[in-house]
């Protein structure tokens, strides 16, 4: 069996010199590239853990003014005022009074 094209022919030492330099000028590129790629993204976890800390406070807040809500809700409905409609959160939503019974 013969090649299509002859055989192969010797690479020239100059050729072969220069790949090796273009392989480690690769490998020096890539290692300055990835030592800025984890400074950039080691200030950026610095940045996202100073805002989860605000977060998370921002958050207890809300969560401790729903458990506020909550509770004063199961109050009101232990007692019997959620429903009634002069008094309880938010008010009556219909006129129960006379024999007009629209929405207000």
Same mark, same amino acid.
């Given at each position: 069996?013969? &090649?299509?094209?002859?055989?192969?022919?010797?690479?020239?030492?100059?050729?072969?010199?220069?790949?090796?330099?273009?392989?480690?000028?690769?490998?020096?590129?890539?290692?300055? $590239?990835?030592? &800025?790629?984890?400074?950039?993204?080691?200030?950026?976890?610095?940045?996202?853990? $100073? +805002? +989860?800390?605000?977060?998370? +406070?921002? &958050?207890?807040?809300? $969560?401790?003014?729903?458990?506020?809500?909550?509770?004063?809700?199961?109050?009101?409905?232990?007692? #019997? $005022?959620?429903?009634?409609?002069? #008094?309880?959160? #938010?008010?009556?939503?219909?006129?129960?009074? #006379?024999?007009?019974?629209?929405?207000?």
């Amino acid at each position: 069996m013969s &090649l299509p094209y002859g055989p192969p022919q010797p690479v020239s030492p100059l050729i072969r010199g220069l790949r090796f330099a273009f392989l480690i000028a690769g490998i020096i590129y890539a290692r300055g $590239k990835q030592r &800025l790629y984890n400074s950039m993204e080691a200030s950026y976890r610095e940045e996202e853990a $100073k +805002k +989860k800390i605000v977060r998370d +406070k921002q &958050l207890a807040i809300l $969560k401790a003014k729903i458990a506020a809500e909550e509770q004063e809700t199961v109050r009101l409905l232990e007692t #019997g $005022k959620l429903f009634e409609p002069d #008094g309880g959160a #938010g008010g009556p939503m219909y006129s129960t009074s #006379g024999s007009d019974r629209s929405c207000k």
